[in-house]
T-cell receptor, first 113, second 111 residues
């Protein structure tokens, strides 16, 4: 079983809704990541938090808003999404600078209607 | 055999045969590489890694080969099993920078 837990596993939301994706890890990792993955494509980096501070935002639209309340939790707040935002959203964590690689959660399958 | 579809290359192998999945990486400065396995409905799972000061590393039933001269990485799976069916991604990192994932290869194990 993965040591990175994501909730919910599936989410259907309308374009006017506000929802949040949640991610939790208890491995003591101080770097956490949000990735977006479309079907038959590799994961694409969205955000990186290092020591609870946002260090990378890969030009993600403002309708996606990340939050890192503490070293174990990572949220992704969603507002006014578009159907093309439908995808698998993956959370990952690692030691700083990715030493020993990333541990991924199972993802949240998001459908925007 | 191997086929390249519109988006995701697919490799089909008989159960019990060895599989070889290839990856060409782009950054000559990349110094750390990882192979991930992604099963349907799950996140990528770490399989094996290799650093640029090595050209071969072995795990349980898996071997990664690195050829820095031609910027090529391969994953060999011995005695392929049905549970090996998945999409395999290589990922590269340079000097602690974030990993960049390759396009992926779907491995299909035939009975």
């Amino acid at each position: 079983d993965t040591e990175v837990t994501q909730t919910p596993k599936h989410l259907v939301m309308g374009m006017t809704n506000k929802k949040s994706l949640k991610c939790e890890q208890h491995m003591g990792h101080r770097a956490m990541y949000w990735y977006k993955q479309k079907a038959k494509k590799p994961p694409e980096l969205m955000f990186v938090y290092s020591y609870e501070k946002l260090s990378i935002n890969e030009s993600v639209p403002s309708r996606f808003s990340p939050e890192c309340p503490n070293s174990s939790l990572l949220n992704l707040h969603l507002h006014a999404l578009q159907p093309e935002d439908s995808a698998l959203y993956l959370c990952a964590s690692s030691h700083p600078e990715g030493a020993d690689g990333y541990t991924f959660g199972s993802g949240t399958r998001l459908t925007v209607v | 055999g191997e086929s390249v579809g519109l988006h995701l290359p697919t490799l089909s192998v008989q159960e019990g045969d060895n599989s070889i999945i290839n990856c060409a990486y782009s950054n000559s400065a990349s110094d750390y590489f990882i192979w991930y396995k992604q099963e349907s409905g799950k996140g990528p799972q770490f399989i094996i890694d290799i650093r640029s000061n090595m050209d071969k590393r072995q795990g349980q039933r898996v071997t990664v080969l690195l050829n820095k001269t031609v910027k090529h990485l391969s994953l060999q799976i011995a005695a392929t099993q049905p549970g090996d069916s998945a999409v395999y991604f290589c990922a590269e990192s340079s000097h602690g920078q974030n990993f960049v994932f390759g396009p992926g290869t779907r491995l299909s194990v035939l009975p």
